[in-house]
């Protein structure tokens, strides 16, 4: 059974190993800019090379949900704006629903997995976690929460 990670410290800890294991297989491709709905931002990308999957690693936002951002996209390296495929962000302080992206961790082997609640937007109908799912062919995975609550996901990795 998977668990959801709730604590900060913890939650802290596994968006740290996360950025670190993603350091250690994707090369740094410099600072680009990457665009989104709110606006654009420069940010240092790692890849291993064009076409391929790109990661970076903006910290703690300060949204109206503190959470750790964290794009990803396919790496373009002509194009002046790098587009975000999706981001999966993990709020600071609690596991609100309202942020798609959460750890949680096996009760038997103790491994730690990134989650995605399958919940995306696009302003536009047809776009939503429903249409995500039937076109992903993924499953969503039951984590059990610490009142005795569950939460379903997506396993990323």
């Not at 989104?36 to 790692?46: K, R, T």
């Not at 937007?121 to 939503?128: N, T």
């Amino acid at each position: 059974m998977l668990s959801l990670v709730e604590e900060a410290n913890k939650k802290k800890a596994t968006q740290a190993t996360l950025e670190r294991n993603l350091k250690k297989v994707l090369k740094r491709q410099g600072v680009h800019n990457v665009g989104f709905p709110g606006g654009n931002v420069d940010i240092q990308l790692y890849s291993v090379g064009p076409g391929e999957l790109w990661a970076a690693f903006g910290g703690a936002s300060k949204n109206a949900i503190p959470r750790y951002w964290t794009p990803f996209g396919v790496y373009q390296p002509d194009n002046h704006a790098q587009s975000i495929t999706v981001e999966i962000n993990i709020p600071l302080d609690d596991n609100t629903a309202q942020v798609a992206g959460f750890f949680a961790e096996d009760d038997e082997t103790g491994d730690t997995f990134l989650m995605h609640s399958g919940k995306v937007g696009g302003g536009r109908p047809g776009i939503g976690e429903s249409a995500f799912l039937v076109w992903s062919k993924l499953k969503l995975v039951e984590v059990s929460t610490e009142g005795g609550g569950s939460r379903s996901g997506i396993v990323v990795g």
